[in-house]
């Protein structure tokens, strides 16, 4: 749902309250529906090795895993090639659901897989189960409250399970990406392609200023778990709620729910001129 004209200027004062429902956030389901068109055998293999990169093969054979936020569905259907035993996924976005319904159903999983409509915030294992892997692949820094969104996920993990997340890494420029982001998400279209333009004007300089070549750069972008360089520009653009984190604090609040790192992918605070890239962490529940 749309914001009403005379709401139109209220997302400037949209409560903390706000920002967990799906109206505050950017309508990242229209961008997952577009790129969805994208998806092929390459890029699927590309976002295989995304999750081999974390888990090893062996521990998502007969594994039952949970994708919250799966935005396209392509990585819950990377899951499913690497054999796990059943999928669920959940999105807040009913776009991101039904391009995940319909990427999930075109491969003929045979795996049993729901996706629903769901907020991180609903997910309730006593209601849904728990999971052996729990995934959220750059979805709870989008929620509106990422340390309550990491809790909840972590709550869907099994004993001895494996909760697997990425984090836009903190920025200097976190605060100038946050009110950019806010009015971008709320801007008509015109405005979002003019902001785009400008963004890829700006990168393409800076790799030549850098010595790389944009193409080679922009036609590689694949090789990021089967990402596209444009959607990606977009969703970064307006991808809010935006919230950061730095490893340590990830530690510490994963430590304290009983979770120790088997892997992290993480690097210091940057300056993020041109955004911030996801720290990713793979965490172990305690076995009881
Ligand atoms: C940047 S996309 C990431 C999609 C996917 N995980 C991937 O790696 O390609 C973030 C996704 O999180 C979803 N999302 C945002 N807030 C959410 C919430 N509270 N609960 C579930 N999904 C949410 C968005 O709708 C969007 O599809």
Same mark, same amino acid.
């Given at each position: ?52 990169? =974390? &888990?090893? %093969?062996?521990?998502?054979?007969? /594994? ?9 569905? *392509?990585? @819950? ?85 494996? =909760? &697997?997340? %990425?984090?836009?890494?903190?920025? /200097? ?9 806010? *009015?971008? @998400? ?103």
């Amino acid at each position: 749902m749309g914001l009403q004209p005379r709401d139109r200027w209220e997302f400037l004062v949209v409560s903390e309250q706000n920002l967990k429902s799906v109206e505050s956030h950017f309508a990242f389901g229209k961008n997952w529906a577009s790129y969805a068109a994208l998806i092929d055998e390459p890029r699927i293999e590309e976002a295989t090795r995304g999750l081999l990169k =974390l &888990v090893h %093969a062996e521990e998502f054979k007969g /594994r039952s895993f949970l994708d919250i936020g799966c935005g396209s569905g *392509l990585h @819950a259907l990377a899951a499913y090639r690497l054999g796990v035993s059943r999928i669920m996924a959940v999105d807040i976005d009913p776009d991101s659901v039904a391009t995940s319904r319909s990427v999930l159903a075109g491969s003929g999983a045979r795996t049993p897989w729901r996706c629903e409509s769901m907020s991180v915030f609903d997910l309730d294992p006593a209601r849904h189960g728990t999971f052996d892997i729990v995934y959220s692949w750059g979805v709870l820094h989008h929620t509106g409250n990422m340390w309550e969104a990491i809790g909840k996920a972590a709550s869907m993990v099994a004993p001895n399970g494996l =909760l &697997v997340i %990425a984090l836009y890494r903190r920025t /200097r420029m976190d605060p100038f990406w946050k009110v950019e982001k806010r *009015l971008y @998400a709320h801007a008509p279209r015109a405005i979002q392609s003019l902001v785009r333009a400008t963004y890829v004007a700006a990168f393409r300089l800076a790799t030549l200023v850098t010595g790389r070549s944009f193409r080679n750069y922009v036609a590689n972008y694949n090789s990021s778990r089967g990402m596209d360089f444009y959607h990606d520009v977009h969703d970064w653009l307006g991808g809010y709620p935006y919230e950061t984190a730095l490893a340590p604090e990830v530690e510490i609040k994963l430590t304290k729910l009983g979770f120790e790192a088997e892997r992290v992918f993480a690097r210091p605070m940057s300056r993020g001129i041109f955004g911030s890239g996801c720290d990713e962490y793979v965490y172990r529940a305690a076995t009881v």
